[in-house]
């Protein structure tokens, strides 16, 4: 093809323009479907924790020292997919912001288990009540029972 053909051929294709846009294909894939929603929710979470400090990490991280007091790293690990360096981070920062304190473990002399100051628990009560009204907003569009059949349904996915 001479450089001319391919000018006329390349201006025929930049001419084309699109009316509207077919979302048909992403819309049927699982990810796709996901991932926007993550996106809505993890937007206004961020909005709404950034007065704590919290990222969705460091509030899964702190939710689950909430309610298993005594949990160790390599347990909260394993429950959120963290390697350990980055948890570890989280860990040495979290006890800078006094939020938790490390006690040794009952029954494994090597592990160490992370317990919530008192300051750390009033920050997580104001917070999970924070998490829990903009998982209400968020799900305004769902009827009790959609959201419960949602939630069981992404669960069947990642467990």
Same mark, same amino acid.
């Given at each position: 093809?001479? +450089?001319?053909?391919?000018?006329?051929?390349? @201006?025929?294709? $930049? $001419?084309? $323009?699109? *009316? %509207?846009?077919?979302?048909?294909?992403? *819309?049927?894939?699982?990810?796709?479907?996901?991932?926007?929603?993550?996106? &809505?929710?993890?937007?206004?979470?961020?909005?709404?924790?950034?007065?704590?400090?919290?990222?969705?990490?460091?509030?899964?991280?702190?939710?689950?020292?909430?309610? #298993?007091?005594?949990?160790? @790293?390599? %347990?909260?690990? #394993? +429950?959120? =997919?963290?390697?350990?360096?980055?948890?570890? &981070?989280?860990?040495? +920062?979290? *006890?800078?912001?006094?939020?938790?304190?490390?006690?040794?473990?009952?029954?494994?002399?090597?592990?160490? =288990?992370?317990?919530?100051?008192? &300051?750390? %628990?009033?920050?997580?009560?104001? &917070?999970?009540?924070? +998490?829990?009204?903009?998982?209400? *907003?968020?799900? @305004?569009?769902?009827?009790?029972?959609?959201?419960?059949?949602?939630?069981?349904?992404?669960?069947?996915?990642?467990?």
């Amino acid at each position: 093809m001479t +450089a001319r053909a391919r000018m006329r051929a390349g @201006s025929a294709l $930049a $001419a084309t $323009a699109v *009316e %509207q846009i077919d979302t048909s294909y992403l *819309e049927s894939l699982l990810g796709y479907n996901a991932r926007r929603a993550a996106v &809505a929710v993890i937007g206004v979470f961020l909005e709404r924790m950034a007065v704590y400090g919290f990222r969705p990490v460091d509030f899964s991280v702190l939710s689950l020292v909430t309610h #298993n007091p005594g949990i160790t @790293s390599r %347990q909260l690990c #394993n +429950a959120l =997919g963290i390697l350990p360096p980055n948890l570890v &981070a989280m860990v040495n +920062a979290f *006890e800078k912001r006094e939020l938790i304190t490390r006690k040794p473990h009952p029954s494994d002399g090597r592990a160490m =288990g992370l317990h919530l100051t008192p &300051a750390g %628990q009033k920050l997580m009560r104001e &917070a999970e009540r924070t +998490a829990s009204d903009l998982e209400a *907003e968020v799900a @305004s569009r769902l009827t009790p029972t959609e959201s419960r059949t949602l939630l069981r349904l992404l669960k069947k996915v990642y467990l």
